[in-house]
């Protein structure tokens, strides 16, 4: 059988191919002969008192002292907070065989459970006005202190 005759194309790319890996050979080469800058003082940077890095140490005469109970990262503490415990809503259903039912608040708009056992006063139609106060239940917040005011 004879031999198959190669097309200018083909030859172009195997010399393109060759090319390349002479080069990327070379540049491994290069960065072999590099001498590495690895010491631990050229890794460090330095922030100074605007915020901007930098690669000389911050001046120790402009130090200042902050207090660190002075820094809030998030909500304030309870302490420090306004709990209102009380809340109002609206009795959304009631069953009074089972003995449970769902207030609507009227700030947040949550559904909240109720028991029986949870209220000062009988809570007979559905739609009526209720002022209550709230508590971690099992399945989430609980009614307790029901009573009805409207």
Known sequence: MGRSKESFGKKEVRNKQAKKRKEKEQRKLERKDTVKKSSLDDMIAWVDE????????????????IDIESIEISIPKAEFRVQNTVRTGKLNSFD?????????????RESIFVHINDCDTPLEPVGCKVEFETEKGLKGLKAINVKKIG
Not at 52 to 61: G, L
């Open 96 to 108: 009074t065989n089972k003995g449970f039912g769902f207030i609507i608040d009227s700030d947040t």
């Open 50 to 65: 605007n915020g901007v890095i930098t690669s000389t140490p911050p001046d120790p005469t402009k130090k200042t002292e």
